[in-house]
């Protein structure tokens, strides 16, 4: 049931950077953060708005792939009951802007340079219009797959960096009795091991297919091996995938059932949760044939319109917070993620940490980073779920093989757009 409003004073310079700020009511804040290592991820944030006295109204919606939250938040516009602040992902920012929804953050934003430290790829889904109308929280990145170093080791010790041999430790791993990869059987995460699998055929093989949306690539014989690929790695997970949630299968690995996870690095979380170690008890890798290229989302606060000065104070005030180069720093330690501002230091963050910062750094130069299709940053929604419905399809052999595949995937997406 969802909790009511309280209004409270705050006493003192609530923000640096945010002069004017006095007073607000508390934040509601519908997200989709309830994993242990996302929880305690958001425990950050929740403690560092209450150290500058604001109060926090939480409305969690379990759903890593944020489809159930959305589907709430649609209810509450609806009823004309925004909550305060909402978690969203590229696209779905975009939308609700063009639908007049969301406020406008230019008077923090302006105020402290927020153009200035936040990449361009990211400001593509926190403006509209020219106006900012979202805090980006993180830069999270997708092409990841996360590795039980025993199971590694075991499977002879060299991670992989090719797709012959991603098999061939896969198949090592199988032989050795432990379930190969660990997955969750649900249409994004299915979308994210597909990501990774596009990606490793090629930077402009993935900008053809998921960005441009070419006709030609999305049916064409790459495609079809990537889609044959996609299909081979089904045969490593074990026969309970289906519907298992994302921090389960991350849970499989920590624990040493399964040899390796492919999802994006909000995964790390869970291993540090468990007090594992980088380089120790896993080992962190970009999908085979993908280092260099980042696929990318970034977590952000979508701010909704709201009645009253006291509430756009809040909103004010949270964002402001969100952008903090500390909180930046402090949050992206225990969520996994890195940073979205690009002013941060990477001393407080482990080595995959420090890599997925130096990552990005060089992806971003070199004209690799792309959205991520999977994450709704790459094409609109309608384009993702139907890139979803085959990609679910050809996972649980819907298709005869990947040129099968690959000519639905050209025709769903043909429809959708």
Request: proline letters at 4%; aromatic letters at 8%; hydrophobic letters at 45%.
């Amino acid at each position: 049931m969802r909790s009511l409003f309280k209004t409270m004073l705050i006493t003192g310079t609530m923000l640096a950077g945010t002069a004017g700020i006095s007073h607000a009511t508390d934040v509601e804040v519908l997200h989709w953060w309830t994993s242990g290592g996302e929880a305690a991820a958001l425990n950050v944030l929740k403690e560092d708005l209450n150290s500058k006295g604001i109060g926090w109204v939480d409305m969690p919606v379990a759903g890593g792939g944020g489809e159930a939250a959305m589907t709430a938040l649609r209810a509450r516009v609806t009823a004309g009951d925004p909550p305060t602040a909402v978690q969203m992902l590229g696209f779905d920012i975009l939308d609700w802007a063009e639908q007049g929804a969301l406020g406008n953050l230019d008077e923090v934003a302006n105020a402290e340079g927020w153009d200035k430290v936040v990449p361009e790829a990211l400001q593509k889904f926190s403006k509209y219009d020219g106006r900012w109308i979202a805090a980006p929280v993180n830069v999270h990145s997708t092409n990841w797959v996360w590795i039980n170093k025993a199971a590694l080791d075991a499977a002879g010790g060299k991670a992989p960096e090719s797709w012959d041999e991603l098999v061939a430790v896969l198949d090592k791993m199988k032989a050795n009795g432990i379930t190969p990869l660990a997955h969750g059987g649900q249409p994004w995460q299915d979308a994210t091991v597909f990501d990774g699998v596009v990606l490793s055929k090629g930077n402009d093989f993935y900008k053809k297919a998921f960005i441009d949306l070419d006709e030609a690539t999305l049916t064409g014989p790459d495609m079809a091996d990537a889609f044959d690929r996609l299909i081979k790695l089904r045969s490593y997970a074990d026969d309970n995938f289906s519907g298992r949630d994302w921090n389960l299968a991350s849970a499989m690995v920590i624990e040493g059932k399964a040899g390796m996870q492919m999802m994006g690095d909000w995964a790390k979380g869970e291993f540090l949760k468990a007090g594992k170690k980088p380089g120790e008890d896993f080992v962190c890798i970009r999908f085979p044939g993908t280092q260099g290229s980042v696929t990318f989302n970034s977590d952000q606060f979508a701010m909704f319109n709201v009645e009253g000065e006291e509430k756009i104070k809040a909103q004010m005030a949270m964002a402001s917070a969100i952008e903090s180069p500390k909180f930046q720093s402090a949050f992206n330690v225990v969520k996994g993620s890195v940073p979205a501002r690009t002013d941060v230091p990477d001393t407080d963050f482990d080595d995959c940490g420090k890599k997925g910062m130096k990552d990005l750094a060089e992806a971003s130069s070199a004209g690799s980073l792309f959205g991520s299709m999977a994450h709704g940053h790459a094409a609109p929604a309608a384009v993702k779920n139907a890139v979803y419905d085959v990609v679910t399809k050809a996972f649980n052999g819907g298709f005869a093989d990947g040129a099968e595949a690959a000519k639905a995937l050209g025709e769903a997406v043909a429809a959708a757009k």
